[in-house]
């Protein structure tokens, strides 16, 4: 069994959408000055690596809390669509089969490449509305990508977002080392912290192959 991180490291110098979901770290105790460390983060729940539950676009979509821990665990299809910067229903046809018996369908587009810079948050790939749709006829509960949004980087309505968090779907974002993964399909675990009424959560994304 091989098991591989698809999460960026949580830090002050991480990408982020707005400058106001930038992390903040304060130092609460430490070992010199009471024998412990402890340290008291500032976060966005769509900071890092995160899933987006439906209630982030979705009013009384349903949130981080309500779902079941098991939802945030399965197969995984792996596409890769790194020569794309719009994905499209035609650049998906083909894995038909896959995505039909797959929990997630991850989009490898190679885009984490530039994280911490400010190419990241520009011209990155999305996925387009259509595509979306057709995605969501399937009986998956999620889709993930290796940008920092599934939508168009100058999207004002958020259209794919809420196409998929409408169908009761997540959306994990921010994803990384999916070069690493050789094999097309994969386990999927990204358990999300248990933010009550949360609209999204970081989490420790990993692959799991054989």
């Known amino acids: 069994m091989k098991v591989t991180d698809l999460s960026h490291t949580i830090n002050t110098n991480m990408s982020t959408y707005t400058k106001d979901e930038r992390l903040e770290v304060y130092d609460l105790a430490s070992i010199e000055k009471d024998g412990y460390n402890e340290k008291l983060l500032k ?6 690596t995160h899933i987006d539950a439906p209630s982030h676009m979705i009013n009384k979509g349903k949130t981080i809390d309500e779902f079941e821990v098991g939802d945030f665990i399965g197969i995984a299809t792996i596409i890769d669509v790194s020569s794309l ?10 894995y038909r089969d896959k995505i039909n018996n797959c929990d997630f369908v991850i989009l490898k587009t190679n885009w984490d490449k530039y994280w911490g810079t400010d190419r990241y948050l520009q011209g990155f790939p999305s996925l387009s509305e259509e595509a979306a749709k057709w995605l969501c006829s399937f009986n998956i509960r999620g889709i993930g990508i290796d ?29 990384t080392n999916l070069n690493s993964i050789n094999e097309d399909e994969f386990t999927l675990v990204a358990t999300p912290l248990k933010i009550e009424t949360g609209d999204a959560s ?6 799991i192959t054989n």
Do not use: M, W, Y
């Open 43 to 48: 976060i966005c729940t769509h900071a890092g």
């Open 85 to 94: 910067n719009r994905i499209n229903i035609e650049n998906l046809i083909s």
């Open 147 to 175: 940008t920092i949004s599934i939508d168009t980087f100058d999207s004002i309505d958020f259209e794919v977002h809420n196409v998929i968090l409408s169908r009761g779907k997540i959306i994990i974002e921010n994803l």
């Open 202 to 207: 970081p989490v420790r994304a990993i692959a």
